[in-house]
């Protein structure tokens, strides 16, 4: 194995990981910018009320991009072991 070929393979790992945590991060810092926007004009301060609402919408949001991630690994995962052989020979 050439280390370009590990480069390779840890560059596309990477690039999974940004795709398959997108979603959930962008969803979070949406709704914790719209939560804070609404304690700053209620002046309410209490600690679930920034809880709930993401735990909410990270539950909505993985359900609704769940199978799209799923595939994403399953489809990064196969072309792995499928590529063994040729890395080895």
Request: hydrophobic share 60%.
């Amino acid at each position: 194995m050439s280390p370009e070929l590990v480069i390779t393979i840890g560059k596309q790992a990477l690039i999974v990981t940004v795709l398959l945590s997108a979603p959930l991060l962008l969803a979070a810092l949406a709704l914790g910018l719209i939560v804070s926007l609404f304690q700053a004009a209620t002046q309410i301060n209490e600690m679930t009320l920034t809880f709930i609402p993401k735990l909410v919408g990270l539950v909505l949001v993985l359900f609704l991009a769940g199978p799209w991630m799923l595939s994403t690994i399953t489809g990064f995962a196969r072309r792995l072991f499928e590529s063994i052989p040729n890395l080895l020979g």
